[in-house]
């Protein structure tokens, strides 16, 4: 079946340390996005990307990386910059075209302790 | 820019009673307008999208939404609740404002149904 996968469902990380999310797709999109979500205030965007090897900054892309070296895959690195990392993040892709509708992955659940 | 205002953070209904989730944009050029539902712990999945031509549009589960132009409104409904349509529900705008690729999402509106 086709679709977004994103590992690992829940992740726990220790202040200071580097982490990094996975995302893999397997419907041959050619734009994929990172949000983070919180309580009460929606999913803003953190990188997107719409080709391999090119990515741009969304609306909150300080403290996180991103890399877009195959089309199936965009990890998200969350820095030790990124100073309130606790938060659920999705991965999202479409087709490549404009005003697609997105499809997202299960999610992941940072923790930082 | 474009934007998504949801009025109401929580509704409340009964099984059985008319589920209405409202939901305004703003945008200088006609958008297309999306309604996503989220489970607990979950990713989003569409219910209905507006694109363009009839501006009554039915999506799974027995949700649809109406396109007012004139009210920049896309309000979201259902005759009659279930159980089962408890959930938080994402109204979303993409269009040529938001450069489109990239899609700008409403706070998010959590449905309880009292049994």
């Known amino acids: 079946d086709g679709g977004i996968t994103q590992s690992p469902k829940y992740l726990f990380r220790k202040e200071g340390q580097n982490v990094t999310l996975s995302c893999e797709q397997n419907?041959?999109?050619?734009?994929m996005y990172w949000y983070r979500q919180d309580p009460g205030q929606g999913l803003r965007l953190i990188y997107y990307s719409q080709i391999v090897n090119d990515f741009q900054k969304g609306d909150i892309a300080e403290g996180y990386s991103v890399s877009r070296e195959k089309k199936e895959s965009f990890p998200l690195t969350v820095t030790s910059a990124q100073k309130n990392p606790t938060a659920f993040y999705l991965c999202a892709s479409t087709p490549g075209t404009t005003n697609n509708e997105q499809f997202f992955g299960p999610g992941t659940r940072l923790t930082v302790l | 820019a474009q934007s998504v205002t949801q009025l109401g953070s929580h509704v409340s209904v009964s099984e059985g009673a008319l589920v209405l989730l409202r939901c305004n944009y703003s945008s200088s050029v006609p958008p297309y307008l999306f309604w996503y539902v989220q489970y607990p712990n979950q990713g989003l999945q569409l219910l209905l999208k507006?694109?363009?031509?009839?501006?009554l549009v039915k999506g799974i589960n027995g949700f649809e939404a109406e396109f007012k132009k004139s009210e920049t409104s896309f309000h979201l409904t259902k005759p009659s609740a279930h159980m089962s349509d408890a959930a938080e529900y994402f109204c979303a705008v993409s269009g040529l404002n938001t450069g489109g690729f990239k899609t700008i999402f409403g706070a998010g509106t959590r449905l309880f149904v009292k049994a």
């Open positions: 419907l041959n999109h050619d734009a």
């Open positions: 507006y694109t363009t031509g009839a501006t």
